[in-house]
């Protein structure tokens, strides 16, 4: 049981390229989001999706695209990187128990230099 | 706003002291509440998690938190650190219907040395 895998792990980008982080579950969760973590800021939720189809934005979401087309996969596309998009990128999913939220799980992370 | 603060950004302690680590959100209604570890170069892992009972909750690796409704408050504790639990530490909140969507505060990095 992989749980959630993002790949790339590093990527370096140029200014103005565009390129796809690839998020997979394998735990059949409705639930699941892109946050990005910058230093003394935390995780700041980027887009999520509440199943396949649905997608919304978070509170960071300007410079980023998602679609949902399975339940398996989640992909963030950068449609013209930018320096201030350098930062490691958190895919996670989850599910409900009861009507209610549990936990979130978390894939490596892929850390993006945008130069 | 809605907000999740964490009061130390960073923290620096010898093993076998005891530590403490406080969150404070700004949410009404009811909540859940997560601490999640990194370790360095490494993904979140959850520590421990709150939904309803017990305001006592035990996590993994001897840590344990407390929820105080009153003060919005969801402190993390540990009687006795160890080297290896150095790593960043994050409160995170969400809300029972928030289709997994978490607020996490800014973390604090905590450093124990031999």
């Known amino acids: 049981n992989a749980g959630v895998t993002q790949t790339p792990k590093f990527q370096v980008l140029k200014t103005g390229q565009s390129m796809t982080l690839q998020c997979a579950q394998d735990m059949n969760h409705e639930y699941m989001s892109w946050y990005r973590q910058d230093p003394g800021m935390g995780l700041r939720l980027i887009h999520y999706?509440?199943?396949?189809?649905?997608?919304d934005q978070g509170e960071v979401p300007n410079g980023y695209n998602v679609s949902r087309s399975t339940t398996e996969d989640f992909p963030l596309r950068l449609l013209s990187a930018a320096p201030s998009q350098t930062s490691v990128y958190f895919c996670?999913?989850?599910?409900?128990?009861?009507?209610?939220?549990?936990?979130?799980?978390f894939g490596q992370g892929t850390r993006l230099t945008v130069v | 706003a809605q907000s999740v603060s964490q009061h130390n950004h960073h923290v620096i302690l010898s093993e076998a002291a005891s530590l403490e680590l406080g969150c404070n959100y700004s949410?009404?209604?009811?909540?859940?509440l997560f601490w999640y570890v990194q370790y360095p170069g490494q993904h979140l892992q959850l520590l421990l998690k709150y939904f309803s009972g017990d305001p006592l909750v035990k996590g993994i690796k001897g840590f344990e938190a407390e929820f105080i409704k009153s003060k919005f408050s969801f402190n993390l504790r540990k009687p006795s650190v160890q080297w290896s639990d150095t790593a960043e530490y994050f409160c995170?909140?969400?809300?029972?219907?928030?289709?997994?969507?978490?607020?996490f505060g800014a973390g604090t990095q905590v450093v124990v040395t031999p």
């Open positions: 999706s509440v199943g396949a189809g649905i997608t």
């Open positions: 949410y009404g209604g009811t909540v859940n």
């Open positions: 995170a909140v969400s809300r029972p219907d928030s289709w997994g969507k978490l607020q």
């Open positions: 996670a999913s989850s599910y409900d128990r009861e009507g209610m939220n549990t936990e979130a799980f």
